[in-house]
């Protein structure tokens, strides 16, 4: 699935791949992961790849920056 924004990166297995790396989501990114889950268009891999991100967000091990 792709990811309509003006910077990389574009599909949801690459911005999960750079949040994993640097233990950072960026406000924007957080969002735009809300909304594809809010309107449930990803399929079963990609919803792992974000639950993944999300409980890194829940126990501290991925920092939310602005």
Do not use: C, F, W
């Not at 949801?12 to 957080?30: D, G």
Request: no cysteine; net charge negative.
């Amino acid at each position: 699935m792709s990811i309509l924004t003006n910077s990389a990166p574009t599909t949801i297995e690459s911005l999960v791949e750079q949040i994993l790396i640097t233990r950072q989501i960026s406000s924007i990114h957080y969002e735009q992961i809300q909304l594809i889950l809010h309107y449930d268009i990803v399929n079963d891999q990609e919803k792992t790849l974000i639950d993944r991100v999300l409980y890194g967000i829940r126990h501290g091990l991925v920092k939310q920056v602005a």
